[in-house]
């Protein structure tokens, strides 16, 4: 009995509260959970120009560009370390719009190029990553290939060395796990427009950028002259703090 007498008090003060938490509630017209979420800067895709691809604040106070090529072990390395951070603290967060740039150097580079582009823009960035992550793998298919697989990559027309080598390579494996048909990746391979726009941005890094090797980055229009991550992550910080 004593226990009941104490029970039925405590009951009424939780319900109370209860509702009093309830009435807050409606008074403030807010809920704990519903917050609102900011912007992820890195869904947002353009396309330059030139074909090149841009994720992030169009209105960012610092561009950053990269020249990179799928057979460039250091942009790999850059791709593995940099990606993410670059994404979490500076693209997402609207400081830093980040241009991809491909600076081809060789058919197999240029087989990948048309492949990371395969489904446009809002596919390029998960095609890129996933290029560079298989790139270990990709490179040792080069090296153990033989004399006449290497002799086909040289071949026919673009669109002809790109089909033998992607085959070669694990390429279309690759990009058939991502679910890419043989259709879509052979129309990806034959097209001209994106073989003429790679070959472009070539030029303009050897030509106009004076690109010597890969990678290379541009902030706002200068060479940061760094290739590994937390250099280059040194020379954003001070590009922010100045603008």
Not at 37 to 57: F, H, L, Q
Not at 90 to 108: A, C, M, Q, S, T
Not at 167 to 185: I, K, P, V
Not at 232 to 239: E, I, P, Q, R, V
Request: charged share 20%; glycine share 8%.
């Amino acid at each position: 009995m004593v226990a009941a007498l104490h029970t039925q008090p405590i009951h009424r003060r939780l319900a109370l509260g209860a509702l009093g938490s309830a009435a807050l509630l409606l008074f403030t017209g807010a809920a704990p959970a519903q917050q609102a979420t900011a912007p992820r800067w890195s869904a947002t895709v353009s396309e330059s120009s030139i074909g090149a691809y841009s994720i992030g604040n169009p209105q960012a106070k610092v561009k950053l560009v990269e020249y990179f090529s799928y057979t460039c072990h250091v942009c790999g390395d850059f791709a593995k370390a940099g990606t993410a951070p670059l994404k979490a603290q500076y693209i997402d967060k609207g400081l830093v719009l980040f241009e991809y740039r491909n600076l081809v150097r060789d058919p197999i580079d240029m087989t990948a190029a048309l492949l990371a582009r395969c489904g446009g823009s809002r596919a390029f960035a998960g095609n890129h990553q996933a290029i560079f992550a298989a790139q270990p793998a990709l490179l040792d298919k080069v090296t153990k290939a033989t004399d006449k697989q290497k002799a086909s990559w040289f071949e026919g027309t673009t669109a002809d060395r790109a089909r033998k080598i992607a085959a070669d390579t694990g390429l279309t494996a690759l990009m058939t796990a991502r679910g890419y048909s043989a259709a879509q990746q052979t129309a990806c391979l034959n097209n001209e427009v994106a073989q003429a726009e790679l070959t472009g941005m070539t030029n303009i890094g050897r030509n106009a950028d004076r690109v010597a090797g890969t990678p290379a980055f541009f902030i706002n229009g200068r060479n940061a002259e760094v290739t590994a991550w937390p250099a280059l992550k040194s020379k954003l910080d001070l590009a922010l703090k100045a603008s």
